[in-house]
């Protein structure tokens, strides 16, 4: 038995989910999971010294330090991806991932196998893994055979979200003081980042095409296998 673990990533509004569920559709013995249903309780996430609830403290002195200048900026930049994950139970994430690596048929989720499944591939088992903060987190690093990330340029990204109704709702200005700025600073690292393999996404492009192209690609991995199952049993 084998298995391919797939990060979807990326800017949010970017069409993560929607083309996780399609893929889903699609491939051959394949199950999703959402960094979404790990976000921790209200109850159990952490406040600061005012009361704030941790992920808010970032944004709350966004707001309240103004004007903010550039090292003001920096440093805050610096603590809001840690922030976020720490409102997250990402150890839970990882053990999630790592069970279905060891039992994914018994996950009771997995989609059937088409009826042209290959032989040397009915025992290949895919996971695809969405979220936004998926490759900062060293334990989950480990653990991709492929990594996409989803890019949007600003204005369609802010107008998207606009679109959407979140609980609680967006306060004036998060989207331009916090969630674009983090966007930026977490796609920043990722391309300095050498030794990282990101297959970067253009979201404008339409559903169809994104999914004919990240198809594809997960399509040769699962050829690369049956070659390499081919070799081993010859």
């Not at 941790?54 to 440093?75: C, G, H, I, K, M």
């Not at 890019?151 to 369609?156: G, K, N």
């Not at 297959?199 to 050829?223: A, C, F, M």
Request: with cysteine; net charge negative.
């Amino acid at each position: 038995m084998k298995v391919l673990v797939i990060g979807l990533g990326g800017v949010t509004n970017g069409g993560k989910t929607t083309l996780a569920e399609k893929l889903k559709n699609m491939l051959p013995n394949c199950d999703t999971i959402s960094q979404d249903d790990f976000f921790k309780p209200e109850s159990e996430v952490e406040t600061d010294e005012r009361g704030f609830k941790l992920y808010d403290a970032v944004n709350r002195w966004l707001f309240q330090s103004n004007p903010l200048n550039f090292l003001q900026l920096t440093e805050i930049l610096k603590k809001t991806c840690l922030t976020i994950l720490d409102a997250l139970y990402m150890d839970e994430m990882v053990t999630s991932i790592r069970n279905w690596m060891k039992s994914p048929a018994s996950s009771g989720f997995v989609t059937e196998e088409p009826e042209n499944t290959c032989d040397s591939l009915k025992n290949v088992y895919i996971l695809i893994v969405e979220g936004f903060l998926l490759y900062n987190y060293e334990p989950l690093n480990e653990l991709w055979n492929r990594r996409y990330f989803l890019t949007l340029p600003y204005e369609e990204c802010k107008r998207r979200r606009s679109t959407r109704v979140y609980q609680p709702a967006d306060t004036p200005g998060y989207f331009d003081g916090h969630v674009w700025p983090m966007y930026l600073k977490y796609k920043s690292e990722l391309e300095q980042n050498a030794s990282m393999q990101v297959d970067y996404l253009d979201g404008t492009k339409s559903q169809e095409e994104l999914l004919s192209y990240v198809y594809s690609d997960i399509i040769q991995e699962l050829n690369k296998l049956r070659e390499e199952n081919q070799q081993v049993t010859s």
